[in-house]
């Protein structure tokens, strides 16, 4: 056991605090390649992290680049230098700790870049941009640690496949740097550790005292909630009891847009003037900060937030975290919760406030997944491909390489140890030359090999190119929003550039939780003023939309064949017995299917409970049948549980829709054609560098990209099928928002079992559906048909006759 | 609504084109972005940007997939095959930039040539490719088809009665329609008493919005607008300002 230096115990005990064991260990443990310590937050997780590296700054002082810290949050990483300046400072160590992300100002980063300090706090895409320079070695000379905060929350997106690409490109350049991952508690900790590692090497894992168990429930209130939505207004009274009662209150949303409407609505009936801030990721920088630091000052008794919020920065005195929808899945709200936990003894408080009657059952179903430890995770794929290709872009950058040393690299990195050399080469190749079947310009290729077999850039000024569009987050389709002046206007955040062409002079809209005006839009921004008197349309914000995880669903099925809602308020219970009274409520066994008239429309809805994504999938496989078979569908919604189509004909045979062959047929051909495809394809395509978001001199608009890779999909698919991006598409839209591996999942669990009842009217459990918003237009003959009678309509009131 | 008799009959008589006049001048506007006169055995196209894909190559940036000449050549196949043309215009912008004609494959070239044999095929200029191509046929800056008159830009002091109806492309224009399910965008032809502008007819060209400033100021009010695609369609041109 190694002891602390006098120094630092010293300190420690100015401060009237003893070190954790988890803390020692991490100590004791410093000279392993890799390191794993799993602690909720709130237990000096941080100072666990750092406190090697500062003792041995401490004890060994020197130049250049000692730690560098990666986390996923630029939040984080100012608020982590807030805290490690004071023992730096009160110790007076000779340790220099620097920022480095998005938001730093080039002059500082260029000063970074000719002078390293000790301690580099940084994000994952600025790690990426900093491996990219050819200076790369020089920065890096004599790195020891590799701290990787909140490592759970990269461990299964593709932001974490890029870092540690770049991770093992740093272990390159210093073999001797050891890598510590930071994590919450995770249903699977020996993944996490096979992430972080490189392949051959061993990670010790930490497990951390998990503290008291949480103290969780459903908030207790009397009106009922709404059939359908995500707004939960009907809450806000009871919320803001909530608020007045305790110190400082997250309260989390699932999307941005619901923390907009959800703060405008607690704004208007916050009638003792408590003091309440909104932060979310599209918000502008200068107002999330604002907010940030209020919170630190302990200036706010509640913060209505996103996942932006999610991760460990620890603010004040948070002691009551509130969840707004259902969770989705449990692993996420267990970590949010940690957040309530700033005081490492005392249980961390959560209560969850579902947002629509469905939701209460998902809630209570989520609460005793919590009780009896279970987490749900997803097993995660195969290291993807668009990613790989933006890596040997950004390798490339950094000057010549040798592809069989990036493919050993790459191939040590934990998502792409089982990486072929063909995968490899085909990105290659792509990254090259476009991987096109038609060889074309080869004079225009973008990397060239050397004799020696090494490849370089054929043109060094598209380094800056590359540099400028390295990330993996897709932020496309936003457009700045700035209050109206001469010469631009206060910053107020991003909205949706969908949502922006729906705009019109006059049109208000919610933004930082004020109401503005739009006025225009001038050089790609939008122009807003202030104005307070109109009901605001409902701006959508980027965001990731998440489905309810099979462990949640699955819990929900079970629940229903117990017949007793006595844990469920009264006003779920009756509307659930009122579906079994007037139709059935769903078995996990079988797939139930309800029809019905209603309002001069044919109804079919299908309760799946596949998750919002497969039931999308769901939705436009049928309707694709459908028009098939001349069943006229018009459009369809989707939900967690079940999809909802309409149209103009009766479907008598149901199961004719389901017949797994066609299903599985029908998959193959509707695959090319559908909108997930392409939206999917451009996200690759974006990542693996064949669209290009931004361009020297100039930002391409989102809905230009759009359009572009529209064309560049249906090319593809017709002259170049077995092109690389293809195939990684593909590959994507199964897990992802096509999620047909859980589509498969409940065709397998029903097994052909359809239970078609059809129904005089509407059921209680397929009605709030038919509020839910995200309908799905279907562009088949019926669609053709309204588009010649809008133009019709539109050349009626002009006073012409075609 | 005043002006009704000067746009003349309006009327869908195919099944993929919308019959329209211009200075008296029976036209179709095709699904496909092509101008059919059928009096003249006329084919028009406009800014067909061939080697656009070159051009971002070239540059050091993204490789855009080879396929675009292929794919608009053999639209230009289907629509000849279908109105069987005897004159063939080229509006301008038909090469991306004026090396684009000599740089094009061997069968690209080879396949253009098989489309001119018989025809009459005349380029016409374009700010994009002004100057002589490497490519036979004729090579024009304007062409006067009485009563029309064939330029890249529309002149906005261009006097219809004067110099006939004004055909033009350049820019690439495109309309909003909200159907009862959703808005939907889509390339289209404009037109009034004085003149018409032609849709992008080449893949990967990007579009300008009817609400822009710049064609607001060119069409007349009562200006309409025929929006290409499977089945086209004819409506009053749309207004709403949109500066992309």
Known sequence: MKKLPAQFSDWFATRGWSIHDHQQQMLDKAD????????????????AGFLPSLIDLAASPRQGLHTIYISPLKALAADIKRNLSTPVTEMDLPVRIEDRTGDTPSSRKRRQRADPPHILLTTPESLALLISYEDAPRIFAGLQRIVIDEIHALADSKRGDQLMLAVARLNALCPAARRIGLSATVDDPKAIARFLTRSGDCCHILNADPGPKPDIAMLDIAAPPPWAGGGAAYAIPAVLEQIAQHKTTLIFHNTRAQAE?????LWLANAQSLPIGIHHGSLDRVQRDRVEAAMVRGELRAIVCTGSLDLGIDWGDVDLVIQI??????????????????????PSKALLVPANRFEVVECLIALRAVESHSLDGEARGRGPLDVLCQHILIIACA?????????????????YHDLTRDEFDACLDFCATGGYALRAYDRWQRLMADADGRYRLRDPRSAARIRMNIGTIQDTDTLKVRLQRNRGGKPLGEIEEGFAATLSKGDTFLIGGQVVRYEG??????????????????????????????????????????????????????????????????????????????????????YGFAGRNAQQTLGLLMTKRMEELGQNPLGFVATDYATLVWGLTTVTDPAALFEKQALEHGFEDWLSGNAVMKRTFRASATIAGLIERNLPGQRKSGRQATFSSDILYDTLVKYDSEHLLLAITRTEAMRGLIDFERLREMTQRVEGHIDHIRLPRISPLAAPLLLEAGRVPIAGAAQEHLVAEAAARLMDAAGLTP | MTGQNTQGSLHKSQTNGVAFTLAGVNLIAMGSGALWWQEQSLLCVSDLHLGKSERYARAGGAVLPPYQTQDTLLKLETDLEACRASTVICLGDSFDHPEAAGELAEDDRLWINRLQAGRDWIWIEGNHDPGPLEIGGSHRAVLSVHPLFFQHIAAPDHVADVMG????????????????????????????????????????????????????????????????????????????????
């Open chain 1, 32 to 47: 392993a390649t890799a390191l794993l310590l799993i602690a909720p937050t709130g237990g000096g997780k941080t100072l």
């Open chain 1, 261 to 265: 409407i959800f703060f405008h609505k």
């Open chain 1, 325 to 346: 929808g259902a969770p989705k899945n449990v692993k996420r709200l267990v970590q949010r919760i940690g957040r309530a936990n700033h005081s490492y003894n005392t």
């Open chain 1, 399 to 415: 000057g010549p390489f040798d592809p069989d040393t990036l493919f050993e690299q790459a191939r040590q990195t934990g998502a």
């Open chain 1, 521 to 606: 839009l001038r050089e790609m921004t939008v122009e807003v003023s202030r104005q307070a008197n109109k009901t605001p349309k409902i701006a959508t914000f980027m965001g990731t939309k998440f489905a309810t995880s099979t462990q949640l669903s699955a819990g929900i099925l079970r629940y229903f064949e117990h017949n007793d809602w006595a844990d469920l308020p009264s006003h779920t219970a009756e509307w659930l017995t009122l579906q079994q009274q007037v139709s059935r409520l769903p078995q996990a066994d079988k797939l139930l299917i309800e029809t019905f008239a209603h309002e001069e429309r044919e109804y079919l809805c299908a």
């Open chain 2, 165 to 244: 109806g004004e055909v033009s492309g350049h820019y690439h224009p495109k309309a909003r329609l909200k159907t009862a399910a959703r808005s939907v965008s889509r390339a289209c032809f404009l037109f009034d008493d004085k003149r018409l502008i032609l849709p992008a007819y080449g893949a990967y060209t990007g579009g300008l919005s009817t609400g822009h400033a710049l064609l607001q100021a060119l069409m007349n009010p009562g200006a309409m607008a025929i929006l290409t695609g499977k089945n086209p369609q004819i409506i009053p041109m749309p207004r709403s300002s949109s500066d992309r």
